[in-house]
T-cell receptor, first 109, second 114 residues
Framework: KNEVEQSPQNLTAQEGEFITINCSYSVGISALHWLQQHPGGGIVSLFMLSSGKKKHGRLIATINIQEKHSSLHITASHPRDSAVYICAVRSNTGNQFYFGTGTSLTVIP | KAGVTQTPRYLIKTRGQQVTLSCSPISGHRSVSWYQQTPGQGLQFLFEYFSETQRNKGNFPGRFSGRQFSNSRSEMNVSTLELGDSALYLC?????????????FGEGSRLTVL
């Protein structure tokens, strides 16, 4: 049983396209994180959410606590956005972290 | 401000040996968490420390242990290494006192067990 499910697993887009990555979770949470990992690289935290919506540049993250669902949107995608995007949640019981399997995004020029 | 520093970056061990990995958090951060990343299992939570106390632990055998020092630096130890312990071990630091805090990751320590 996976506490965090991401979709799609793989995504190829043309430069400039609007991209959405989805994350659903089954546990009660205190926070949800969106992480970015470039090939061979470390992990960068993009957003931490506990409610509502956050925006940073071309990236937007939303969360619906009632529906246990979050989305990461990338507007005007660029080849440098090519990376693996990982959804992670921190449960509000036991403070455990659970991770999605990641979405591998490739943006073609 | 310096980022999260993990040492060593790469290491090779043989089965049965033990290994210690180090993580120096961002200055002022008191929370350090550890993760294992493998191609098959993805990212998995190992444990988290705050002010020298282990706050929680993931579902790993007792061969995996850790500690945090008074300067917030943390170490994790894996004893009696198995081939399946080959992985990228990541640590993250956070300023969050409770369960809410942005995570800042180190570059990881890549362990190969032969």
């Amino acid at each position: 049983k996976n506490e965090v499910e991401q979709s799609p697993q793989n995504l190829t887009a043309q430069e400039g396209e609007f991209i959405t990555i989805n994350c659903s979770y089954s546990v009660g949470i205190s926070a949800l994180h969106w992480l970015q990992q470039h090939p061979g690289g470390g992990i960068v935290s993009l957003f931490m959410l506990s409610s509502g919506k956050k925006k940073h540049g071309r990236l937007i993250a939303t969360i619906n606590i009632q529906e246990k669902h979050s989305s990461l949107h990338i507007t005007a995608s660029h080849p440098r956005d090519s990376a693996v995007y990982i959804c992670a949640v921190r449960s509000n019981t036991g403070n455990q972290f659970y991770f999605g399997t990641g979405t591998s995004l490739t943006v073609i020029p | 401000k310096a980022g999260v520093t993990q040492t060593p970056r790469y290491l090779i061990k043989t089965r049965g040996q033990q290994v210690t990995l180090s993580c120096s958090p961002i200055s002022g951060h008191r929370s350090v968490s550890w993760y294992q990343q493998t191609p098959g299992q993805g990212l998995q939570f190992l444990f988290e420390y705050f002010s020298e106390t282990q706050r929680n632990k993931g579902n790993f055998p007792g061969r995996f242990s850790g500690r945090q020092f008074s300067n917030s630096r943390s170490e994790m130890n894996v004893s009696t290494l198995e081939l399946g312990d080959s992985a990228l071990y990541l640590c993250a630091s956070s300023s969050g006192q409770g369960s809410i805090g942005e995570l800042f990751f180190g570059e990881g320590s890549r362990l190969t067990v032969l």
